[in-house]
């Protein structure tokens, strides 16, 4: 069948009231950024759903493309009629036709908006059923389980007829919630942790520790590849990427060994949280998971959330691993995190990590010297990349600040 057009149903943005315009806007952006390989289509956004005028483009591929934005309740592949019984009928038994496998069943779907139209629900439902049946044999009609679900949408200008109805990405369009920044590590979880908030409708950049000559450039290629991967959901991210070594050489020096890895998380979160005041975010999100290591107890929380009163975002606190590994796969981020090649927070782990640290202690260790110094320079040095899927990486900025 020659669809010429893609009817995009939109999830939770159907319950907003005034602000549904701003939602609606952005998932345009994001279809727009999604769909750029197919210069031929035209987008159009209404108050209820959104079209997308196929002009001969490859309609798998746009569904394909549509599939992953985050805002989209379903898709359907469509085709317009005029407002006339007679040419409904020959496009629903087209459709039809095409679709039909020996022993399966339909059903007719009529939803009338337009309420001046001449046939009500029931006599739509009379009309393309019996005129289907009268001409594919065999097939019959099935109400509650059908094979084939014949959408009929009658508005006021035009009528349209499709027969998939394909589950989009849910969640709210990114960058409706405004920005945050992910602390993104070579791991499992953090990049799951970005994928979640971006469902949210937050716009992200990252922000990764690199401790050369302790981590590899092939490491520092690794988080690189995860940031591709989160960037094909908007088309292109940020990634801040901090040279920790001087940090935590003398974190090692200086903080007793089982203090070591909560100064480590203190001075990331700092330094985290001033590259988000330059960049104007509202928040740091974390790929935590309640109890997994000795960083992630409630009291490694407390100890370490004191240095910042900025909102921290854990989406994945609660969830068991096998969760979150499922949703690293699916996402396709998972066979990336589990390459051999450590990052900053693998290097100097001591063997006995505190589990429940004070905030008075850690304190008291860290005042002893002048970190502040080192994490203002770290600050300082930072690179910025900016991240596009499948393409080169650009340098955006050496020097950010």
Request: hydrophobic fraction near 40%.
């Amino acid at each position: 069948m020659n669809y010429d057009r893609i009817l995009i149903r939109y999830g939770e943005i159907s319950t907003k009231g005034r602000n549904r315009n701003k939602f609606v806007d952005k998932l345009r952006r994001s279809v727009r950024i999604a769909l750029a390989p197919f210069p031929k289509i035209k987008i159009r956004a209404e108050r209820d759903r959104m079209y997308v005028l196929v002009n001969g483009e490859n309609v798998p591929e746009i569904i394909n493309a549509l599939k992953n934005i985050f805002g989209i309740q379903s898709i359907s592949p469509a085709i317009k009629v005029e407002r006339d019984i007679e040419h409904m009928k020959m496009a629903a038994l087209s459709l039809v036709k095409e679709l039909y496998k020996e022993g399966q069943t339909f059903k007719i779907s009529p939803k009338r908006s337009d309420k001046t139209f001449e046939l009500d629900t029931e006599g739509i439902n009379h009309t393309l059923g019996g005129n289907i049946l009268a001409n594919i044999p065999g097939i019959k009609v099935n109400v509650k389980k059908p094979d084939i679900n014949v959408k009929i949408e009658v508005l006021s200008d035009a009528i349209y007829i499709s027969c998939e109805n394909i589950l989009g990405a849910g969640g709210l369009p990114v960058g409706s919630s405004g920005k945050a920044m992910l602390m993104l590590s070579g791991g499992i979880d953090s990049p799951v942790a970005g994928y979640l908030t971006m469902k949210r409708g937050v716009e992200i950049e990252a922000v990764h520790f690199f401790s050369p000559p302790f981590t590899s450039e092939r490491s520092k290629e690794k988080v690189i590849d995860l940031a591709k991967k989160l960037a094909e959901i908007f088309g292109s991210m940020k990634l801040h990427i901090v040279p920790f070594t001087d940090i935590q050489q003398t974190i090692k020096e200086k903080i007793p060994e089982n203090y070591s890895m909560t100064s480590t998380r203190r001075f990331m979160l700092q330094i985290t949280d001033e590259i988000r005041k330059k960049q104007e975010g509202l928040a740091i999100i974390t790929g935590d998971n309640l109890g997994q290591v000795a960083s992630q107890t409630l009291e490694s929380m407390y100890a370490i959330n004191e240095v910042t009163n900025t909102p921290i975002l854990r989406p994945l606190l609660t969830m068991d691993k096998n969760d979150i590994i499922k949703i690293a796969k699916d996402i396709d981020t998972y066979d990336i995190s589990i390459r051999p090649f450590e990052d900053c927070c693998t290097i100097f782990v001591p063997s006995s990590p505190k589990t429940k640290p004070k905030r008075e202690k850690v304190q008291r260790y860290e005042s002893f010297f002048d970190f502040d110094s080192l994490i203002q320079a770290a600050v300082k040095e930072t690179e910025t990349l900016v991240i596009k899927p499948d393409t080169k990486v650009v340098s955006e900025f050496n020097d950010l600040f």
